[in-house]
Structure formats: C-alpha cells, structure tokens
C-alpha cells in the first residue's frame, strides 16, 4: 500500500460548482496533513494545513480530517477557472513529507 | 518562492555529464530537501538535510550527492548524468510545524 494515495482521475466540475479531492494515507502516527496546488510548469504551492480531526476553512477552501479513518480531503467552494490546477496532498512523518501523486481539476468557465 | 532560490532554471546535458544544482534560502531554516517530479510518479524525496552538516537519503538517491556546507545552501550532484535522470528537480525548506516551502524548480534534461 502507498503511503499517500489520490485515486480520483482529473475532476471537471462547472465555474461556482464545489470540487471534492480525497486522499488516504497509511501511516497512523501522521500528525500533519498539507494539500499543494499546482499550476502547470510551476512549483507546488502550500494552500491548506490541518493538524487535528474536523475542518478547518480558509477562504474558498476547507481541508477536513479524520484520523481514524486515516484520509484527508479538500473542498473547493465555488470553483474558479484559476482553480484549474493538480492538487497535491501530503502527509509529515519520519521526518518527511510522503505526497500523492495529485489530483488534477478542470474548472469549466 | 517563500525565499527558496534554485540554480539553473533549465539545463540540457549529454549522458556522463556531472553537474550541481544549487539551493540557497534567505532564512534561518534548518531543514532543507531535494525534490524528483516526474510525470505519473508525483515528488519523490532525492536528500534530506534536517541541520547544517547533516544529510540523509530519501527514496531515491542513487544516482546524487548533496552536499550541506552551510546553513543557508544545499547543492544537489549528478556526478555522471543519466537519461533516467531527465526531471523536474525541487529544492524545499521547511518552517513552522513542517509546513513545506518549494523553490522555483530546475528542468533537466539528459540526452
């Protein structure tokens, strides 16, 4: 099993809608969850932190966590075409950072 | 890029070829790291360097060397370049409870 698992394919989803990304992870002693935006030819961009089970809302965004289920997931309020990026989550263990391979969204105007 | 300077932006090498990557940061950061992206596989981790003078290997290290002189630079080594080695390379800080800062990035491409 990997350690940071993003399953959906690329996810479209119409100007104003909400996108949903999900993540799962495999180490039970994480304590730390991070989800990245990425624009294509650019470098990752720290967008959502959250560090203990619930929600947590910043803007447009809300992270939620649930430890015992041990998956992370990212909501996207009203989606913006300058949302069209890969969204990458990140879980800190060991010292490091183990990442998905991302989730790319499509925000259709 | 959060303070996180890369050099060069772009590099074309021929197989064999040696050459360094560097990483320079404007804070006071203990913590640095190396980056691969590639398409389908997401960031793997190269080296790590949690202090100044200390360097661990991450996922997939064979192939580099780093090298931590100071606090402020961590250079990343190819010492015989390989087409395998052709990638996007991140160069990473780490400030308050492990938020991660990326760099601009270095596109290298072996031929």
């Known amino acids: 099993q990997k350690e940071v698992e993003q399953n959906s394919g690329p996810l479209s989803v119409p100007e104003g809608a909400i996108a949903s990304l999900n993540c799962t992870y495999s180490d039970r002693v994480s304590q730390s969850f991070f989800w990245y935006r990425q624009y294509s030819g650019k470098s990752p961009e720290l967008i959502m932190s959250i560090y203990s089970n619930g929600d947590k809302e910043d803007g447009r965004f809300t992270a939620q966590l649930n430890k015992a289920s041990q998956y992370v997931s990212l909501l996207i309020r009203d989606s913006q075409p300058s949302d069209s990026a890969t969204y990458l989550c990140?879980?800190?263990?060991?010292?490091?950072?183990?990442f998905g391979k991302g989730n790319q969204v499509v925000v259709i105007p | 890029n959060a303070g996180v300077t890369q050099t060069p932006k772009f590099q074309v090498l021929k197989t064999g070829q040696s050459m360094t990557l560097q990483c320079a940061q404007d804070?006071?950061?203990?913590?640095m790291y190396w980056y691969r992206q590639d398409p389908g596989m997401g960031l793997r981790l190269i080296y790590y360097?949690?202090?100044?003078?200390?360097?661990d290997k991450g996922e997939v290290p064979n192939g580099y060397n780093v090298s931590r002189l100071n606090k402020r630079e961590f250079s990343l080594r190819l010492e015989s370049a390989a087409p395998s080695q052709t990638s996007v390379y991140f160069c990473a800080i780490i400030k308050r409870e492990y938020e991660q800062y990326f760099g601009p990035g270095t596109r290298l491409t072996v031929t």
């Open positions: 360097s949690a202090s100044e003078g200390t360097t």
């Open positions: 804070m006071n950061h203990n913590s």
């Open positions: 990140a879980v800190y263990g060991n010292n490091r950072l183990a």
